[in-house]
Every structure is written in C-alpha cells, then in structure tokens.
C-alpha cells in the first residue's frame, strides 16, 4: 500500500525513490511486523485470558507439561495479523504471488482457529479429527495449487538440488505435488510445536532462508549467475518474509520458556501452510526438506513410531514427536529447544550452499 501510495513521489522528492526497493521494504516489513506483535502481545494474551483460550495438554504426555495447563492458546491470531498487516502496508499488493501466500496463510490458520476452538469447546486436547483436518488442508492447498500451476508464467519443472540439468517437468502432475509440499510443511510445523519457543525458533531459521531465496529467484541477475529458476515476482514474497521474522520474533518474546502464551494449531498451520507455498512459487520444493530438516524429522518420528506400534507392538521411542522422547530422557526443555535450533541453523547454511553447488 505504501508502495503504490509513496513511490510516485519520487518524481517530486528523491527520497521517496527508496520505496522502490525490496530491501528498504523488507527491513521496514520487518520492524512493523515485530512492533505490532510486541506492543499488542499484552493485551492480546489478557484478551486471551479473558476468552478462556487455554491450552490442554495431553493426558499421555510428559509430566512436566501439566504445569504447561491453563496457558493461553491461539496466539497465532496475533502473528497472523501482524503479517497481514505489515505485508499489505510494505508489498506491492498488484502482485499476485504475494496474494497466494497470503491466502494460504489464512487459510491454514482459519483451519487451526477452527481446531484450537474445538478443543476449548471440548475442553480437552482433542480438536478436530484428523481426517476432518486434512481434507480442510487440503481443500486450501487444492486453490493454491490450481492457482498456480493456471499462472501464465507458472513453471511446472522442478529444481533438484546439486544437479543443474536434471528438470524434470511434473505437467499436470505438478498440482498434486504442490498440494503434499503445502500440507505436509503445514502438518510438519502443527507436529513440531510442543515446547516453548521451539516452533517458532525453527520457522525463523526457515523464513530467513526463504526470505533469501525469495530475492534471489526474482532477481534475474542473481538467478543466472547462481543457475537457479528465475520467477518474474517472487522478490516481493521476501517483504513478506520480513513480516514474519519481525511478527515471530515478537511472539517468541512472549513464547519463550516459560511461554506467557502459545500459538496453537492457528499459528504453526498457518506458518508452516504459508512455507510450503512459498517453496513452491520460488522453484526450492526440495530444498525445503532440507531447510526444515527438523520440522521433517520430527514428523517422520511420529510416522515411525506409530507404523512400529501398530505393526510390532514396540515402540521405537520414549514418545513422539522427537522433542517429548528427549523430555523423558531427562533432558531440560531449554537444552531441546536450543539444540534443535542449533541443527536447524546448520541445515538451512547447507541448503544455502547448494545454491552454488550445481
């Protein structure tokens, strides 16, 4: 909106011509977004408070999580405002792309909204079923995908990482492969938010990333040195990740240990819908798995685990997701949550260094 309000301008000020750059920007997405988040949080989670949203925890769960009990819940309402925010006033609202990831945003995060709210009803942890959730998911992945792959300048080849050459193209088949990148980093995020700050830490690292790739795959210089696909527009998606690196480092203020409050299903549905699609816009599908390697790895712990139970009758951990297996290994919650972010800072450099090892 700023964009399209202040960059004419700069026919009269020079100044005003600052509005016509991705990283003034991106920087200013930024501090918007972190702004609002840390000067709301307050009142937001007395809001909160107030409504009854409070976390239920698990009955199977670790017992250090009964203290966790009674904690607001549904704080991603808050990030999700601030980003929306903070994108419409700093981005270039004519692009489409930035609308996409917008609309994915919301959309996963009314489905966790929904979620965070059955649970609440139900008073327990129990939201809405998992069928119920993914056919949800699925429906919003479904409009992103079809939206995409109709884009006139829409690529439907995919980048494989450390192999320049090696493109194949998906055609058609390309709308269900966005939807699986879409949902399972949506459902990845959902699984991996278990103890304070963890979530939340990882997204940063993953953003961060994305926020670079994003300006690299719109850039065309930048993309034919480096070799990578470039897609006319997605440089605006690195002002939106500005808004979410500021909005989430405001909600980790208040959701470091011991959290103040939690995003719920409203935040890491949202979070993890709106990666998912920005990996698929800027051509790093796979590059996402490795980015989030811990989002990954903390889902397959789950899928592991309940094949080895319902085959077996064994468990292959102490609890899943991962985090709670080390919980019960003694563990304290702040040393899990550090080092799994410091993993996730190791994994996003060497997603970063593939860039050039093609």
């Known amino acids: 909106m700023l964009y399209h309000l202040l960059y004419p301008l700069h026919k009269y000020f020079i100044f005003f011509n600052v509005f016509k750059y991705i990283t003034f920007r991106t920087i ?3 501090v918007t977004a972190l702004l609002l988040t840390l000067l709301l949080g307050p009142l937001f989670i007395k ?7 409070k976390q239920y925890v698990r009955e199977d769960g670790p017992a250090t999580h009964l203290k966790k009990e009674g904690t607001p819940t ?5 990030i999700l405002f601030s980003v ?3 994108t419409c006033m700093w981005a270039d609202i004519t692009n489409t792309y930035v609308w996409t990831v917008l609309f994915s945003l919301a959309g996963m995060g009314a489905i966790g909204f929904i979620d965070d709210r059955a649970k609440i009803t139900k008073g327990n942890s129990k939201g809405l079923s998992v069928k119920k959730k993914l056919c949800l998911q699925v429906i919003v992945a479904s409009a992103i995908a079809l939206s995409l792959y109709i884009h006139p ?8 990482p450390f192999f320049k050459k090696i493109v194949p193209d ?12 879409i949902v399972g980093a949506s459902d990845a995020v959902n699984l991996t938010d278990g103890l304070d700050g963890l979530a939340i830490g990882l997204v940063l690292i993953v953003t961060a990333t994305y926020l670079l790739f994003s300006y690299i795959t719109g850039h065309s210089g930048l993309s034919d040195y480096l070799k990578i696909s470039y897609v006319s527009g997605t440089g605006e998606l690195t002002v939106f990740c500005g808004a979410v690196l500021g909005a989430g480092m405001g909600f980790l203020w208040y959701n470091t240990h011991p959290a103040e409050v939690f995003m719920g299903d409203t935040g890491s549905l949202a979070l993890g819908g709106s ?13 996402l798995a490795i980015v989030g390697g811990m989002f990954v790895i903390e889902c397959l712990s789950v899928i592991f685990q309940v094949a080895s139970f319902k085959t077996r009758g064994k468990r292959i951990f102490n609890m899943a997701p991962l985090h709670h ?17 410091i993993i996730g800072v190791i994994l996003a450099l060497i997603a970063i260094s593939t860039l050039k090892l093609r």
Do not use: C, M, N, Q
């Open 170 to 181: 998906f055609g058609a088949f390309y709308i269900p492969f966005a939807i699986l990148v």
């Open 47 to 53: 809001k909160l408070k107030e409504l009854r949203f």
């Open 84 to 86: 929306i925010v903070s």
């Open 153 to 160: 300048d829409f690529d439907t080849r995919l980048s494989v």
């Open 74 to 78: 549904a704080g991603g309402i808050l």
């Open 325 to 341: 297996h080390f919980e019960l290994k003694g563990w304290a919650e702040p040393k899990i949550i550090v080092r799994f972010w």
């Open 275 to 287: 990666l998912g699609t920005i990996a698929v816009i800027t051509k790093h599908e796979i590059l």
């Open 28 to 30: 200013y997405a930024t």
